[in-house]
């Protein structure tokens, strides 16, 4: 099976604030949304280099980047 790799849309970053580590920026306006870590960790493996359907990463984290592709955050 060939693997699936993802990339956040030009338009977002992550973003990481004292006691608020876990955030998306969007472009332009820069409103930021906080998220959960399991939400960032599936964030972050949107870097076009990562294959997300390796086993090592929990299914939970793969239904988020599904999420992200369907609410346009992320494009494979």
Do not use: H, Q, T
């Given at each position: 099976?060939?693997?699936k790799y993802?990339?956040l849309?030009?338009?977002?970053?992550?973003?990481g604030y004292?006691k608020?580590?876990y955030?998306?920026?969007?472009?332009?306006g820069n409103?930021i949304?906080?998220v959960?870590?399991?939400?960032?960790?599936a964030?972050?493996?949107?870097?076009?280099?990562t294959d997300c359907t390796?086993p090592v990463?929990?299914e939970?984290?793969r239904?988020?980047?599904?999420?992200l592709?369907?609410?346009?955050?992320a494009?494979?």
């Open positions: 099976m060939d693997g993802y990339i849309n030009e338009s977002f970053c992550l973003r004292d608020l580590p955030a998306l920026l969007k472009r332009p409103p949304k906080f959960d870590k399991d939400s960032f960790w964030l972050s493996l949107c870097d076009g280099k390796l990463f929990p939970k984290v239904d988020i980047v599904c999420e592709v369907r609410n346009g955050i494009r494979e």
